[in-house]
């Protein structure tokens, strides 16, 4: 972990927790982590190799001089939380890796661990075939029957099986291996809208992670983007719509009645309503 991780600092942090998150479905992890990011005093804490776990894809040219190779960055941040029990580390990775992710997980969990981090949250988009013009239900999943009967006194259990894809899954699925409480919080996104961005998902997941961390936080800015949002699919489903009926729908423009001749059926037959 040492030759993996650069620390930028060294805080002595209050029973810390740490939410992991990276792009996904709805980017739904990444509207709340950089949410937090500017709503919060969070500081800069350390940052992962990249280059251990991610190939370069090219290289970009600035007025004809050629830059040095750039990695998707995966940096911590904390928070010191003067009005809670917990402080937090935020982690943000610009992307998931393609191979080595069991061991850039393990990663992750190392230093949450080094800084006596005892649960782990990640979030995630569950999707649905709810209107997108209804609130979105947030549930969750624990990885041991306290976390499970927490998630229940807040009445954030769903029935039935869930499948979760991703680093979003498998962090959890190390972090019970390795003795951690964890929780993946998931919101439903409309199957129709999976990519876009989506800050409605994302207010209710922050809502709920707020509650449970009792962080202090105005939602205005964040409840603005996701009225913004509701917007653009309004007038997206509505042109689509337009389209879907222009298309499948024939216009009829003369009726024919069989008094006009044949002149009268070539003009009916002409108008489409074959």
């Not at 040492?2 to 739904?28: E, R």
């Not at 500081?43 to 050629?66: C, N, Q, T, W």
């Not at 922050?206 to 009225?227: P, Q, T």
């Not at 423009?253 to 009268?264: H, I």
Request: hydrophobic share 40%.
């Amino acid at each position: 972990m040492k030759k993996l991780v650069k620390l930028v600092a060294k805080p002595k942090l209050n029973s810390p927790v740490m939410l992991a998150t990276w792009p996904g479905i709805g980017n739904v992890s990444i509207v709340i982590a950089n949410y937090l990011l500017n709503k919060l005093d969070f500081k800069d804490l350390a940052e992962i190799d990249a280059s251990y776990f991610f190939d370069p894809i090219g290289v970009l040219s600035r007025e004809h001089m050629v830059e040095t190779p750039q990695f998707p960055q995966s940096r911590f941040y904390y928070w010191k939380n003067k009005k809670g029990q917990n402080d937090l580390i935020l982690f943000i990775g610009d992307d998931q890796p393609d191979s080595k992710i069991y061991e850039f997980a393990n990663c992750v969990l190392d230093f949450a661990e080094s800084f006596g981090v005892e649960r782990v949250y990640t979030c995630a988009a569950a999707m649905t075939n709810i209107h997108f013009t209804e609130q979105p239900r947030v549930w969750a999943v624990g990885t041991n029957k306290q976390m499970v009967a927490e998630l229940k006194r807040h009445e954030l259990l769903q029935k039935g099986n869930i499948q979760i894809a991703g680093l979003n899954g498998l962090l959890l699925g190390l972090a019970k291996e390795r003795n951690f409480d964890g929780i993946c919080l998931m919101a439903e996104v409309p199957t129709q809208t999976s990519r876009m961005e989506n800050p409605i998902a994302a207010l209710a997941i922050l809502k709920v992670f707020a509650r449970l961390l009792s962080i202090e936080i105005g939602y205005n800015d964040l409840e603005e983007n996701a009225k913004e949002t509701m917007e653009q699919i309004k007038q997206a489903t509505a042109i689509a719509m337009g389209e879907y009926i222009e298309h499948f729908t024939q216009p009829i423009w003369e009726q024919d009645n069989g008094e006009e001749g044949e002149e009268g059926e070539d003009e009916s037959n002409i108008g489409g309503q074959n």
